[in-house]
């Protein structure tokens, strides 16, 4: 599957903004989805994911109750609704395909994913 990532941009402290994730060329509904972010001079670390039916999803401490991972299915999509931002929100944000089935927890790690789109970049000014 090829993931394709847009959204991002610059803005202020307190704003917001959306990302999506389109994938295209194999079962969407077939992978769990999950974001990630890279700061500089940071290591990549997880953000969030969403089960295959997205009945599911899983938020890191830095952004529960502010970020909302979302899904179409039908539209092969994945969303990032990121609220009350803040400047160290500023990274370039993936998103990343999971196609193992059976999973006890959500996945949280790098190596527990497939596939990666190629990143967008968020801003966040103070």
């Known amino acids: 599957v090829q993931l394709q990532a847009s959204g991002g941009g610059l803005v202020q402290a307190g704003g917001s903004l959306r990302l999506s994730c389109a994938a295209s060329g194999g079962m969407f509904s077939r992978y769990a989805m999950g974001w990630f972010r890279q700061a500089p001079g940071k290591e990549r670390e997880f953000v969030a994911a969403?089960?295959?039916?997205?009945?599911?999803?899983y938020y890191a401490d830095s952004v529960k109750g502010r970020f909302t991972i979302s899904r179409d299915n039908a539209k092969k999509q994945v969303y990032l609704q990121m609220n009350s931002l803040k400047p160290e929100d500023t990274a370039v944000y993936y998103c990343?395909?999971?196609?193992?089935?059976?999973?006890?927890?959500?996945?949280?790690?790098?190596?527990?994913?497939?596939?990666w789109g190629q990143g967008t970049q968020v801003t966040v000014s103070s």
């Open positions: 990343a395909a999971d196609h193992t089935i059976l999973r006890a927890t959500m996945a949280t790690r790098i190596d527990e994913y497939d596939y």
């Open positions: 969403i089960s295959r039916s997205g009945g599911s999803t």
